[in-house]
Every structure is written in C-alpha cells, then in structure tokens.
C-alpha cells in the first residue's frame, strides 16, 4: 500500500512538473507573460513534439504489426511445419518488435498529447499578439475587411 502512494504521488508531481513548461524555460508563472517571440519558439517546439509523437506511434504500430506477423508465421511453421527449432529464431525476433512497438506507442502517444496541448494554449495565447499560426510560418495574410475591436 506504501509502494502505491508513493507512486501516486510522484506522478501527480511530475504531472505538476510537465504542466508548467514555461515556468522553466522562461522563469514566468502565466503563459500571458511571455512575449510574442518566446510564444513563436515555443510554438515551434511544441509542434516538433506533436511530430515526433506521432512518428513514434506510428512506427511503433508498424513495428508491433510486422512482430506480430512474424510470431503467427514463426508459430505456424513450428506447430504445424517439421517441428524442429529453426522457427524460434523469427519467434523471438517476432517477440523483440512487439516490446518495441510498445515501448514506441507508449512514449509516442504522450509526447503527441503533451505537444498538442502546448500548441493550443500557445496559440491561445498569441491571440492577443493579433497573430497566428500561419503567420508564424511565413504566410501572407489574407486580403479584405476587417473589423478589430480591443477591450
């Protein structure tokens, strides 16, 4: 029981940790006071974590996949084929892929969270900058008439 509130409680403090990512990199307490150049790179980041998230997820499902693949034919040709060892060898190789495919969804998936929630209080945040994402990126804004009301 001891072991578990322990571990409870020292995922909720990284937790805590994680959730204040600009109190680290910039020594503020509210995102509102960063400056727009600091939301810009930030903004970058998160977007490069949502990028690799989901390049580890999905590498890691191909992984599992074609593991999987291998363990069902390494299985077929050991029960069903000659029924000597020499299957074993795709077997474990099998076996091998599906722990990294896991391992690669499971670190993959939270980086894809974490960087898609940082990208959208950012671009909250930018709002009062009258910027956005696209002109981050170097696009030219669209032409016509706006109305821009400030309180």
């Given at each position: 029981?001891?072991?578990?509130?322990?571990?409870?409680?020292?995922?909720?403090?990284?937790?805590?940790?994680?959730?204040?990512w600009?109190?680290?990199?910039?020594?503020?307490?509210?995102?509102?006071?960063?400056?727009?150049?600091?939301?810009?790179?930030?903004?970058?980041?998160?977007?490069?974590?949502?990028?690799?998230?989901?390049?580890?997820?999905?590498?890691?499902?191909?992984?599992?996949?074609?593991?999987t693949?291998?363990?069902?034919?390494?299985?077929?040709?050991w029960?069903?084929?000659?029924?000597?060892?020499?299957?074993?060898?795709?077997?474990?190789?099998?076996?091998?892929?599906?722990?990294?495919?896991?391992?690669?969804?499971?670190?993959?998936?939270?980086?894809?969270?974490?960087?898609?929630?940082?990208?959208?209080?950012?671009?909250?945040?930018?709002?009062?900058?009258?910027?956005?994402?696209?002109?981050?990126?170097?696009?030219?804004?669209?032409?016509?008439?706006?109305?821009?009301?400030?309180?």
């Amino acid at each position: 029981m001891k072991i578990f509130l322990v571990r409870t409680l020292l995922v909720f403090l990284s937790l805590n940790v994680q959730a204040q990512w600009y109190s680290r990199s910039f020594g503020v307490d509210n995102i509102n006071d960063l400056n727009e150049v600091q939301l810009n790179y930030s903004l970058q980041k998160a977007k490069s974590f949502v990028k690799t998230g989901k390049i580890l997820t999905f590498s890691g499902i191909g992984s599992f996949t074609l593991g999987t693949y291998l363990v069902v034919r390494g299985l077929d040709g050991w029960v069903f084929g000659d029924g000597n060892d020499s299957h074993l060898d795709e077997i474990v190789l099998g076996e091998m892929l599906i722990l990294a495919g896991m391992g690669s969804v499971v670190v993959g998936v939270p980086f894809w969270i974490v960087g898609a929630r940082r990208k959208s209080k950012i671009e909250i945040a930018l709002i009062k900058f009258n910027t956005s994402s696209l002109k981050t990126l170097g696009q030219p804004e669209p032409l016509g008439l706006s109305l821009k009301i400030n309180f």
